[in-house]
């Protein structure tokens, strides 16, 4: 269902800079693609996401003396041939990831790849001092649509909250997150938030565009992360979108809510 959208190494054609982008305000914003180069453009905002592997523990605690909370991304879900530490997971893939040339799904039912992210990935990015994880691809269970997939992932996200007490955001997940509320599983202990991409916005992959989202999707979206929100899950979302009208009609919308959202034209967050 939903994706990150981020540190992709081909940028499409349709991408615009980051100063195109309109942000309604600075509550929340979302910069995986982003070097620490680019550190003092976060300081206005109370809540950033970050890839924080890439960055050190003194510009970390920069952003803390401005009072900005620091969620790093954790990719829990699939692996990016990038990233340095692919090697370790390679035998441990699946299928391609539909979209996105550079990366695999991961075999969450592997004992030793779920030790990795939580007791190496995991760690490194806690002692970095962060203050929160921003987990991504839960969609895992979407793909792999089997009760081995669910507990592989709720192992991980019971072992995150255990061993680092801290607050995790998960993006996406929907039906791992429907799966946990139909059998009354108390979602508000498992993650912190849930972050959801493109609810009014919708990326066309097919033809290189920003387009807004059908009412019909849109609608069954918002239902969702309402659910969520009546069972104690805080909201934030990300849109992308250069459509002026639409953003002032996603701010109003989600303003009322008291939702945190972040919007962008640029798929690459950086």
């Known amino acids: 269902m939903t994706r990150l959208l981020s540190l992709i190494l081909v940028i499409p054609c349709f991408l615009y800079c980051i100063s195109t982008s309109t ?3 600075n509550s929340y914003g979302v910069f995986i693609g982003s070097s620490p180069e680019s550190l003092n453009d976060f300081i206005d905002f109370d809540e950033i996401v970050i890839d924080a592997f890439y960055y050190d523990n003194e510009q970390i605690s920069t952003l ?10 954790l990719n829990i879900g699939s692996i990016e041939d990038f ?7 390679k035998d441990m893939t699946l299928d391609d990831y539909e ?12 004992e030793e790849c779920r030790n990795y992210i939580v007791d190496v990935l995991a760690k490194d990015l806690c002692n970095k001092g962060i203050d929160g994880f921003f987990l991504d691809n839960l969609d895992n269970y979407y793909v792999y649509n089997n009760d081995e997939v669910y507990n592989a992932l709720l192992d991980i996200i019971t072992r995150l909250n255990k061993q680092y007490n801290l607050p995790l955001i998960a993006n996406g997940g929907y039906e791992f997150f429907n799966e946990s509320l139909d059998n009354d599983i108390d979602v508000s202990n498992l993650v912190y938030g849930v972050n959801h991409e493109s609810i009014f916005s ?5 033809n290189n565009e920003l387009i807004e989202n059908d009412k019909e999707d849109c609608d069954f979206l918002l239902n969702h992360i309402d659910r969520l929100n009546e069972n104690g899950v805080n909201v934030y979302i990300i849109e992308y979108t250069s459509n002026k009208k639409l953003r002032k009609k996603i701010s109003r919308y989600y303003t009322k809510k008291g939702y945190s959202y972040y919007i962008t034209d640029n798929i690459e967050l950086n």
């Open 99 to 110: 979209n996105w040339p550079e990366e695999k799904w991961l075999d969450l039912t592997n």
């Open 23 to 25: 942000l309604f305000n």
């Open 64 to 73: 803390h003396k401005e009072n900005v909370k620091v969620y790093s991304y």
């Open 83 to 89: 990233r340095p530490y692919y090697n370790y997971f």
């Open 202 to 206: 919708k990326i066309d992959f097919d």
